[in-house]
């Protein structure tokens, strides 16, 4: 039983390096800061959550 055991370790690593390639490989999606608009919506609509001292 020890000895099954000890062939679960390299096969959750081998699962968990499979897994972390298939996250590695996908597409993710691009950086909101990059699109100007979404930039300047976000700008504004936080400036409407904190009003202005002075």
């Known amino acids: 039983m ?3 055991t000890w062939l679960l370790i390299p096969l959750m690593a ?3 390096a ?3 390639a298939w996250y ?3 597409p993710h999606p ?5 699109d100007v608009e979404r930039h300047d ?3 504004t609509a936080f400036g409407r959550m904190v009003p202005r001292r002075g």
């Open 18 to 20: 499979g897994v972390w």
């Open 24 to 26: 590695v490989s996908r």
């Open 41 to 43: 919506r976000i700008r």
């Open 2 to 4: 020890a000895a099954l």
């Open 14 to 16: 081998g699962l968990g």
């Open 30 to 34: 691009t950086d909101v800061w990059t």
